[in-house]
């Protein structure tokens, strides 16, 4: 009899721990979408730091844009991960 309810604890271990992975995953699954803005965002602001300053001030102006825009992506990560 004993080895009979060990086997059932197994079976009952073995199909509930992959459910509860993947639960597990859903729940806290990072953010592809909004990490690849990110890298974006980051990639963008390299490309302006490298640019020539001539540009009345645009340029400027947009890498203070992206500099804003990548905490806002930054604080949507957190605060997706935290909820």
Do not use: C
């Amino acid at each position: 009899m004993k080895r009979y309810r060990l086997w059932i604890v197994i079976a009952a271990l073995l199909l509930v721990l992959p459910v509860a992975g993947y639960f597990s995953q859903q729940v806290f699954a990072d953010q592809p979408q909004m990490e690849a803005a990110l890298v974006a965002l980051k990639n963008a602001r390299e490309h302006l730091e490298k640019a020539t300053d001539d540009k009345g001030g645009h340029r400027k102006k947009a890498m203070e844009h992206i500099r804003k825009a990548i905490i806002e992506v930054e604080k949507g990560i957190a605060f997706d991960r935290r909820h």
